[in-house]
């Protein structure tokens, strides 16, 4: 044990320290320590060491003394006549007590014997083995600890899964990445405590996919009315979804307007082709009034209405040339009926004379006709056609002149062969302008 008061070791149990004197009280004391009090406030006075001081200059501690010192060890007494241990205790105090201790006998050679010794050092204390009990204390309290430990770390490593899904998945969803998001969105909603707080937002993730797949297909319609069912159903304004939505709607309803364009092109496309001007020209007017459009569809317009314009001049240009031809047709024609009543003459000539001059009259008239029925047909027809024609017409000519020729050797006279060649002349003259009048 230790004393209170100064600290020393305690050799046996008492009432008094046997080196300061301060009495001790022990409470709790159990077999390995016990716990100390200081003195009572009645003896903190000065005390007489007259008594202790008489016994101390005995013999038997002159022969321990050399030069004022000891031999033997300090801390034990050296005679067996020291006061009893119920003796009241020498304790240091200041004023009085020093008074009292100038009084008492000296020691030889000046080296005052005393009961004060200097503080000890704690380095020399003993070594106190912990109890039992402590060290079980010990012992469950780091089993507790671990058991804590390892319980924790097993409900952290439960719990983090689900909350780093669903972690991910509002970070891929406010970045705009809906179909990652709805990824950890479902992994989140397996392990969650309650499943049905995500069914919203993977809904509403779901049903912007499937607008999604209505843009890519082409069903603006069905996009446009799923778009704007999302738009209500979506409750921020600001969020990455609704952007996300307003800009597919944006697109579908673009993309279905230039469907629409495309089709009215090709409408108006195909009223130039049937001649249908009239109902070109009103389908391009209304489609010009629209303020939405864009540039391009603007030049597409643009383009359509001077596509119309030629088409409706070489209308009304064919419509004139068609109107001459047939004029000049008429013309052609009625002469023709008139050479025709001419020639109704020859067969009324008395001689064979008269009949050759006839004949001939009649030939050099539906020649010239024939002439300028070529030079018609180099008008409305274009160049392959007229080259075709001419190249006939040579041939042509040739195969009247050697028939006629060959009719004139037939003759048994001169002027019987000249009737006989240009009545041939005249037949062959006739059949080419009917079928040049065809041509017109």
């Known amino acids: 044990m230790l004393c209170k008061n100064c600290g020393r070791e305690l050799p046996i149990a008492g009432k008094f320290c046997p080196f300061c004197g ?3 009280e022990q409470t ?6 016990a716990v100390f009090t200081s003195l009572p406030e009645e003896l903190n006075g000065p005390i007489d060491l007259s008594a202790f001081d008489a016994i101390m200059k005995e013999d038997h501690f002159a022969s321990d003394l050399t030069d004022g010192v000891t ?3 300090p801390h034990i007494p050296t005679s067996d006549e020291l006061p009893p241990i119920d003796v009241p205790p020498v304790r240091r105090t200041s ?3 020093g008074a009292s201790r100038s009084t008492g006998a000296q020691r030889p050679n000046s080296a005052p014997r005393t009961t004060y010794f200097s503080e000890p050092d704690p380095d020399d204390r003993p070594y106190r083995k912990p109890s039992k009990g402590k060290r079980g204390a010990v012992v469950a309290l780091v089993v507790v600890l671990v058991i804590a430990l390892i319980g924790g770390g097993v409900w952290f490593f439960l719990s983090r899964q689900p909350d780093e899904n669903l972690t991910l998945a509002e970070k891929y969803f406010n970045r705009g990445d809906f179909d990652k998001a709805l990824e950890y969105y479902l992994a989140a909603q ?6 049905s707080s ?22 603006y319609t069905e996009a446009i009315a799923s778009l704007k069912q999302l738009q209500n159903r979506v409750t921020d304004p600001d969020s990455a979804l609704y952007t ?3 800009e597919l709607l944006e697109q579908a309803e673009t993309a279905q307007a230039d469907d629409e364009f495309a089709a009215d092109i090709a409408e108006i496309e195909s009223y130039l082709a049937d001649k249908k001007y009239d109902a070109a020209e009103a389908k391009i007017d209304s489609l010009a009034a629209d303020d939405s459009l864009t540039s391009d569809q603007k030049s597409q317009l643009d383009d359509l209405r001077t596509q119309l314009t030629e088409a409706q001049e070489s209308e009304q240009k064919q419509q004139e040339n068609e109107q001459q031809k047939s004029e000049k047709r008429d013309s052609f024609s009625s002469r023709i009926d008139e050479l025709e009543q001419n020639d109704l003459q020859i067969a009324s000539a008395s001689t064979q004379e008269d009949e050759l001059a006839l004949t001939a009259s009649s030939f050099e008239a539906w020649d010239n006709l024939l002439v300028e029925m070529y030079d018609y047909l180099a008008t409305i027809l274009n160049a392959d056609q007229y080259a075709a024609e001419e190249e006939s017409y040579k041939q042509w000519v040739d195969e009247r002149d050697s028939g006629a020729a060959n009719a004139a050797k037939e003759s048994s006279d001169e002027t019987a062969g000249q009737l006989a060649s240009y009545s041939f002349k005249l037949s062959y003259t006739k059949t080419r302008c009917y079928k040049l009048l065809d041509l017109m």
Do not use: F, H, S, W
């Open 22 to 24: 301060a009495t001790i």
């Open 28 to 33: 709790g004391v159990n077999d390995e320590t």
């Open 71 to 73: 031999t033997g060890d």
């Open 95 to 97: 004023g009085t007590q």
């Open 190 to 195: 397996e392990e969650a405590k309650d499943p």
């Open 198 to 219: 995500l069914d919203a937002t993977i809904q509403l993730i779901r049903d912007y996919q499937t607008a999604q797949e209505y843009v890519e297909n082409g069903q």
């Open 244 to 246: 996300a939505i307003e």
